[in-house]
């Protein structure tokens, strides 16, 4: 599976998956819990935080331990292509963590019983859970845990995503908003009966996406870009705004695709989830719903690798 459209978000030097609106990593519980599972490890332990974007957790862990003197190893592995450039303050963190891109959870290249700790948010579910949840298994320790925050389907996140993906799918597949604004373009200096005619098409894919989906900040925010686009006509040169009409429609596309993703990943059905980890042989497996300030957030899942394995 290609993971591109992870690569170009993490390369707009992001720190979390929610991009400008969390620009100073994840805080609040969400801190305090990832805190709490780091207070657990004893000193010089080993973490990965798997499907770790730009590293985001594994940032929060060699951060804890910089400041508590703790002494871990903190990896971080994603499949996609891990952003050196993030802008983020904690650069001294994100310099201790050892950063593997193009990693992918279902092989990691790490040997067995090797870390004491792994953790995930929002990324595990993201891969093929059997396949990971026996490697992340194999790469624990004895006694060593997974912890994970988990997409829920019900969460508002969840819900967003799904209207979100509405707009998208209206706005690139039924107005198709971008080529119409080329074809404007295109005629715009040429039969003015054509042009009304094509303007006329533009501006009902634009009326009716205000009609439909006018009160979401995405339907806005589209609206409002192919606006500037479109006055660009009279000043600019159409070579150099079919690029940026170009690097826009790309721009969406790779952002439904992920939110695509996340809509698949979200789990509905805990049990089913959690049997996939005690069949790869791990003990005390829970999933409980979290929530924070902002409502219900996820599930929590933890995951224990027994004392003495099975295979051993
Ligand atoms: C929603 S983002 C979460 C990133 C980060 N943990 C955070 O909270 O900001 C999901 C991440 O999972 C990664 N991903 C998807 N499939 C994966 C797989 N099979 N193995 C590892 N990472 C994967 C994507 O590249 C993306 O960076």
């Not at 990691?108 to 490697?135: I, M, W």
């Amino acid at each position: 599976m290609s993971h591109e459209h992870w690569s170009k978000f993490w390369e707009q030097g992001y720190i979390t998956t929610f991009g400008s609106s969390l620009k100073n990593n994840y805080s609040g519980s969400l801190k305090s819990f990832w805190q709490e599972q780091f207070s657990l490890l004893a000193d010089g332990s080993r973490i990965l935080d798997v499907a770790t974007g730009n590293g985001a957790i594994a940032v929060l862990a060699a951060d804890y331990s910089l400041e508590l003197r703790k002494g871990f190893s903190v990896y971080g592995a994603d499949a996609s292509t891990i952003s050196a450039g993030v802008t983020e303050s904690n650069s001294p963190a994100r310099s201790a963590v050892q950063f593997l891109s193009e990693t992918p959870c279902e092989e990691l290249p790490f040997e067995d019983d090797y870390f004491a700790l792994v953790t995930s948010q929002y990324g595990v579910e993201y891969s093929n859970l059997e396949r990971s949840a026996k490697e992340i298994y194999r790469i624990l320790k004895p006694g060593g845990s997974f912890q994970a925050v988990i997409h829920h389907a019900d969460s508002n996140l969840l819900k967003s995503s799904r209207s979100e993906l509405e707009i998208y799918r209206y706005v690139l597949d039924t107005a198709q908003v971008y080529p119409v604004l080329k074809k404007y373009i295109e005629h715009y200096q040429g039969k003015a009966d054509q042009l009304r005619q094509v303007g006329a098409q533009l501006n009902h894919g634009i009326n009716s996406l205000r009609q439909q989906f006018g009160t979401m900040p995405l339907a806005r925010e589209v609206q409002a870009d192919i606006s500037a686009l479109a006055r660009k006509i009279k000043t600019g040169d159409s070579k150099t705004l079919f690029i940026e009409i170009d690097s826009r429609a790309a721009e969406l596309v790779a952002a439904r695709s992920r939110l695509q993703d996340m809509v698949a990943a979200a789990v509905s059905d805990p049990a089913q989830f959690e049997g996939i980890f005690r069949a790869a042989g791990f003990e005390g497996v829970t999933m409980s719903e979290l929530n924070n300030e902002q409502g219900l957030i996820g599930w929590l899942l933890g995951a224990k690798v027994p004392s003495k394995r099975d295979d051993q």
